[in-house]
């Protein structure tokens, strides 16, 4: 789980993987220098079941030419 965080390290300014997560909860780290962050706040959304769409069927016109 996770993304990329571009030139975002404040210590080497390389790539932090973002949204880790270990028994004490979620982290970022950089993989160039190995610094690690603790993150305050992470949302988790749940799954929603998807809405069945219906569809409604319309029959079609008939054309009658003369």
């Known amino acids: 789980m996770g993304g990329l ?9 390389g ?3 973002l949204g880790n997560k270990d ?9 160039q220098c190995g610094y690690l962050r603790d993150l305050e ?8 079941p ?3 769409k219906t569809m409604k069927v319309r029959p079609l016109k008939r054309i009658t030419t003369a």
């Open 5 to 13: 965080g571009f030139n975002s390290c404040p210590r080497c300014k």
């Open 15 to 17: 790539d932090i993987m």
């Open 23 to 31: 028994q004490y909860g979620w982290y970022e780290q950089c993989l």
């Open 41 to 48: 706040i992470i949302v988790q959304v749940e799954r929603q």
């Open 50 to 52: 998807a809405a069945k």
